[in-house]
């Protein structure tokens, strides 16, 4: 699993998720619903499965336990 809570264009998510097969998960963050909408960009065609989700870094607690991850 690789954490980037704030995601933006999803360079460095892109990285992380680079090393994950594809049970994954890669989840990303961010505010900006732009930043979220580049991050798809970049993010695809990775194996990993990845999740974006808008919402804060302070929010992580409850990203991760809608997504269903202890």
């Known amino acids: 699993m690789a954490v980037d809570c704030t995601v933006g264009g999803g360079g460095h998510a892109r990285a992380e ?21 580049k991050a798809q960009e970049t993010l695809a065609g990775l194996s990993a499965r990845v999740e974006l989700v808008h919402g804060s870094y302070s929010d992580f607690s409850r990203i991760v336990h809608n997504l269903g991850i202890e």
């Open 17 to 37: 998720g680079a090393l994950l097969n594809a049970d994954g998960p890669l989840i990303g963050s961010d505010r900006d619903p732009a930043a979220l909408a």
